[in-house]
């Protein structure tokens, strides 16, 4: 099996939970190329002399050199056992394209940068002072090797001046040492056999640190591939516990919220079987159940007394119940079971019905075991059914999936992990 074939559908897991990993999953996936050439990318502004640079050292003229911007995507070439890339010019490309190369060649595909600055250009700017910084920790944290390339020296016009300008940007490289070089140097030295200006070029002194770093490469290579994994493993550890705390409190706020409307229903529904014993047992014959007649019409009855007071009880009781409803968010009904009238769309209507109740019909739904049972698993039904429940639902399903997946890319980095050591 092709190694990226087996890299790729495991940086996705990977990449599901921790999009902001893409470049380091893509550095990964380069370092699993084992055998690969180490690379060396130069490194600098437009103009400063990188692509002659990289002509010298490789002893062939294969990189574009032009006074005008010639470099417009990543230019490489291999020689001596080394892949050499030539980036575009730094802030060349006000479009920021060419910057997107030379960001791409710098921290995905190079094992070594050569950070080139020409010394007529005086110290550095801002943006190069942040870039070299910036490279100075990668290398601290990764083992990467930035050397300091300082070019064009030949342009200086003396000795005293390029120690001026030398000291100035030392001062700013952060601990890096420079390398004083010149391609023009060089070139005629090796164009006219003259040795001294070949020395006098620095190429060669820069040519056998170069030597010396290569052979740091695979060690470097190793390391980074341990800090890699090792940053990117810490994360997701830290995401799955933030998941795994997330549902652990999701799933205690449903127990106890549950549990808070349970026993407070369970309250509810005691307190109105006390108040309802009173006038559910009565001994006798019932008045409530003598119906009236036609001239009872304008007169005040027994049995219009007791229906109204029986009348009042169940209203107060469906009061109380409402209450602990909507202080729990269980009023309306779920959109499924919404009819055209909105009066009738309430848990209380679908529960409790819009009947007439008598004394026979409080004594069973509230006095009564079975009544209260069957109360108390209606009114949880619709409980479950709220919108609240339904969205808290649905975070609890969210922080487990989110735990899942997070699983699944520990599990694939695990195996990335062992595939890079194999």
Wanted: proline letters at 3%; glycine letters at 4%.
């Amino acid at each position: 099996m092709n190694p990226q074939d087996f890299f790729d559908p495991l940086a996705s897991e990977v990449l599901a939970v921790a999009p902001t990993r893409a470049h380091d999953l893509a550095r990964l996936r380069v370092l699993a190329q084992r055998h690969a050439a180490p690379t060396v990318t130069v490194v600098g502004k437009y103009n400063h002399g990188k692509s002659r640079l990289l002509n010298e050292l490789v002893g062939r003229d294969v990189f574009a050199v032009a006074d005008r911007r010639q470099t417009v995507t990543l230019s490489e070439h291999h020689h001596a056992e080394l892949r050499w890339l030539d980036a575009p010019g730094l802030d060349a490309d006000v479009a920021e394209q060419d910057d997107g190369h030379a960001q791409q060649a710098i921290w995905l595909h190079a094992d070594i940068r050569l950070f080139v600055h020409a010394a007529k250009e005086g110290e550095l700017d801002a943006a190069e002072r942040k870039l070299l910084q910036t490279l100075r920790e990668d290398q601290l944290r990764t083992r990467r090797q930035t050397l300091f390339v300082l070019t064009q020296v030949d342009q200086m016009s003396d000795e005293e001046q390029l120690a001026k300008v030398s000291a100035a940007i030392e001062a700013q490289a952060h601990g890096l040492a420079l390398h004083p070089v010149s391609a023009t140097r060089h070139r005629n030295g090796v164009e006219g056999g003259k040795q001294l200006l070949l020395n006098k070029s620095g190429i060669p002194a820069l040519q056998a640190l170069l030597r010396e770093v290569v052979q740091q490469v695979p060690a470097a290579r190793q390391h980074e591939q341990a800090v890699l994994f090792a940053d990117i493993g810490e994360q997701l550890q830290q995401q799955q516990a933030a998941a795994q705390a997330q549902w652990q409190a999701l799933q205690q706020r449903q127990q106890q919220q549950r549990q808070q409307f349970e026993q407070g229903l369970q309250s509810v529904l005691e307190s109105i079987h006390q108040d309802l014993l009173p006038i559910v047992e009565l001994q006798g014959e019932d008045p409530a159940l003598t119906p009236d007649t036609a001239a009872d019409e304008f007169r005040l009855t027994a049995g219009k007394r007791e229906r109204a007071r029986i009348h009042v009880a169940y209203s107060r009781a469906c009061i109380a119940i409402r209450a602990h409803l909507i202080q729990h968010g269980v009023e309306g009904l779920p959109a499924d079971q919404r009819t055209s009238v909105a009066s009738l769309d309430t848990v209380m209507v679908a529960v409790m019905g819009i009947s007439v109740k008598y004394r026979a019909d409080l004594r069973r739904r509230f006095c009564e075991p079975a009544g209260q049972a069957q109360l108390m698993q209606s009114f949880l039904h619709y409980y479950e059914l709220s919108e609240d429940q339904q969205a808290l639902q649905q975070a609890l399903a969210q922080a487990q999936s989110e735990q899942q997946a997070n699983t699944r890319a520990l599990e694939a980095l695990q195996r990335l992990r062992q595939g890079a050591s194999a």
